[in-house]
Each structure stands twice: as structure tokens, then as C-alpha cells.
């Protein structure tokens, strides 16, 4: 198969860092042009589309191909949406995908948004360290766990709550499973996939974070991915 060298806009989840993407950055090699979204410069207030209007200002110019990570899948689908002639294709890793008009919040299962839901009112949108330790960074070693909580930001209760439009994905889609995942269990990431009505899927044994915890095998589903759909792609 022939793999697409569509440019790359990586999309992260909540509250991570764009350094997580260094080491997927490095496999993918330079035959992918790569960019991580940026979030909103005031991100305290901020929109769900504010969030992708921030993450299509860093995206490569023309096309490019998606690669959204936890609720990272909303903000893809909102570009995908304010863009839909610039996004080729649309990779979902361990991604948060809501029914159509649905929100993160909403997408979550009984009674856990409830409970977020709460939490956020009271709490903030940061999770206390014990819960990123156990939950996001779980699989990861130490240093790498603690340099997640130094790094972790909150974000917007926007992110969180506003809708996706109906169907704004794009159409050709794909949705990587993390089996080993405590914090999106893999049985929900497995009806988002079937929700977002992916192509092509694959697994990974990994945690929440596989561009961190195995970032070869990250970027080879990634460019997997874009072979099965070079020929369908396309072109600028």
C-alpha cells in the first residue's frame, strides 16, 4: 500500500502538554509535516469552538489529516466541522466521540457524568494528582507520571460541556483502541468507535497515552491508517 504524506494536526487530550507527541513526533520521521494544536491563549472562559479556531490557526496550511486524542475527538470534530475542505482524513486514539449534538460530559456513561459533572462545579476541571496518576499516566514510569501532574493544566468547563455539530468528522475515519486504558475503559472507547462509524480500527496495549507509553507502535497505526485510505484521499 502506499502511505499518504498528508500533514499531521495532533490534537491532545485535556490538560496535556505538547510535549506527550515528541517521541510519535520523532517515529512518524520527517515524512510527515506535524503540527500539535495550540489551545486558546485564555482558555478559562473559552468555547469548544474557540478551542479548534486556536487549533486550526497552528494546523498546516492546506490539507491535513486529524489525529485526535480524549476529548481531544471533539475539538477534531468542531475543526473538521469550521473546515471541512482542508480535513482529509480523521484518526481517533482512545477519543472521546459523543452522539451527534452531544457534548463530553454528555458522552460519558451513568452515573460517572453526574459525578463529573459535580466535580467540575466544585473542583475545577483538574483532577486532584492521585486521580491523573492512577487514571491518564497509568502504564507510564515515574519520572514521566510526575512530570505529567508538573505540566497538567485545566481547562475550559467549555470543553467539557458544549456540543459537536451532527456528524462533522469527515469522511474518512479511523479509531485506535488502548486495551489497557483506566481512564476511557475500552468497552466505551469500542461504542465510540461504532458511533463515529470508523473504517479502519486497530489496539494497542497500552494505557491512556500511547504516544508516550509506545510511540513506534502509535505511529505505525497512525501511517496504517493513512495507507488504507491513500487511494480515497483527496489530493490539494
Wanted: charged share 20%.
Amino acid at each position: 500500500m502506499t502511505t499518504s504524506h498528508e500533514p499531521l494536526l495532533l490534537i491532545s487530550g485535556a490538560g496535556l502538554p505538547e510535549w506527550v507527541w515528541n517521541d510519535t513526533r520523532r517515529a512518524l520521521g520527517d515524512e510527515h509535516d506535524t503540527r500539535v494544536a495550540a489551545r486558546p491563549e485564555s482558555s478559562t472562559r473559552a468555547r469548544l469552538r474557540d478551542y479548534a479556531e486556536a487549533a486550526l490557526r497552528s494546523a498546516p496550511t492546506g490539507r491535513f489529516a486529524i489525529i485526535a486524542h480524549s476529548s481531544g475527538g471533539l475539538i477534531g470534530a468542531e475543526v473538521a466541522r469550521l473546515a471541512p475542505d482542508r480535513v482529509g482524513a480523521f484518526l481517533a486514539v482512545s477519543a472521546v466521540v459523543p452522539k451527534p449534538g452531544g457534548s463530553f460530559i454528555s458522552a460519558m456513561p451513568l452515573p460517572n457524568r453526574w459525578l463529573l459533572g459535580v466535580a467540575m462545579r466544585l473542583a475545577g476541571t483538574r483532577p486532584p494528582d492521585s486521580a491523573i496518576r492512577r487514571g491518564i499516566a497509568d502504564g507510564l514510569d515515574e519520572p514521566t507520571v510526575r512530570r505529567i501532574i508538573a505540566d497538567f493544566a485545566a481547562e475550559s468547563p467549555g470543553l467539557y460541556r458544549d456540543g459537536i455539530a451532527h456528524d462533522s468528522f469527515g469522511s474518512s475515519r479511523g479509531y485506535v483502541v488502548t486495551s489497557r486504558d483506566r481512564e476511557i475503559p475500552p468497552s466505551l472507547q469500542r461504542t465510540f468507535a461504532q458511533r463515529l462509524d470508523a473504517s479502519w480500527s486497530a489496539e494497542l496495549g497500552t494505557g491512556h497515552l500511547p504516544m508516550i507509553e509506545d510511540p513506534n507502535a502509535l505511529a505505525n497505526s497512525i501511517t496504517s491508517f493513512l495507507s488504507s485510505i491513500a487511494t480515497r484521499m483527496p489530493r490539494a
